[in-house]
């Protein structure tokens, strides 16, 4: 069956800081993932996906996500935070099916 | 584009009351999905429809619960009687299928849902 495991709840980062929230995924066949961010009181808004090709795969506000197979994961990445990116961040795995299935998902919190 | 609408944004309601959600998905888009969220399970998926037809419905918690997608421009997630366990973000989302069987999925902004 598929999962999604974000296995950090709560992230504090500095501003101007780096950042790496991790995911890792379970899924019998090719992976469709995708990082979503969710700001308080919105909805949900698609940072990046990946289907195929470059596992290395760029999106919007400066996040960049890295796909590994061998470890299952789909790290999220940006080399500076900015106090903007506060949020509550989900990773997800897509079926074939057309199905979605979310981590529990990852706040992070920016300290000025 | 408008995105994915969604009505009302928030709804206070008394337990045993019907509540009736409802959705506008992007046009074009031929999949359509109702969420829920809360504090303690996270993000579920209840049940998405395909050219307005249910395909999978298993998340849906109860009879209680019931969707309709009566044309390809609007639904409805209609809870009967509602109960304080019900209180929720309820989301839709929307997405049409490619030649290489997904596409993203686009949410709209949510009806926050408090069941007294």
């Known amino acids: 069956a598929q999962s999604v495991t974000q296995p950090d709840i709560h992230i504090t980062v500095s501003e101007g800081a780096s950042l790496e929230l991790r995911c890792n995924y379970s899924?019998?066949?090719?992976?469709?993932l995708f990082w979503y961010v969710q700001s308080p009181g919105q909805g949900l808004q698609l940072l990046l996906k990946?289907?195929?090709?470059?596992?290395l795969v760029q999106g919007i506000k400066g996040f960049e996500a890295e796909f590994k197979r061998s470890q299952s994961s789909f790290n999220l990445r940006k080399p500076s935070v900015h106090w903007s990116d506060a949020a509550e961040y989900f990773c997800?795995?897509?079926?074939?099916?057309?199905?979605?299935?979310f981590g529990t998902g990852t706040r992070l919190t920016v300290i000025p | 584009d408008a995105g994915v609408i969604q009505s009302p944004r928030h709804e206070v309601t008394e337990m045993g009351q019907e509540v009736t959600l409802r959705c506008k998905p992007i046009?074009?888009?031929?999949?359509l999905f109702w969420y829920r969220q809360t504090m303690m399970r996270g993000l579920e998926l209840l049940i998405y429809?395909?050219?307005?037809?249910?395909?999978?419905d298993s998340g849906m918690p109860e009879d209680r619960f019931s969707a309709k997608m009566p044309n390809a421009s609007f639904s409805t997630l209609k809870i009967q009687p509602s109960e304080p366990r019900d209180s929720a973000v309820y989301f839709c989302?929307?997405?049409?299928?490619?030649?290489?069987?997904?596409?993203?999925?686009?949410f709209g902004p949510g009806t926050r849902l408090l069941v007294l």
């Open positions: 899924y019998g066949a090719t992976p469709y």
């Open positions: 997800a795995v897509g079926t074939r099916a057309n199905n979605l299935f």
């Open positions: 046009s074009g888009h031929d999949y």
């Open positions: 429809f395909n050219n307005n037809v249910p395909i999978d």
């Open positions: 989302a929307s997405s049409v299928r490619l030649l290489r069987g997904l596409e993203t999925q686009y």
């Open positions: 990946y289907f195929s090709g470059d596992t």
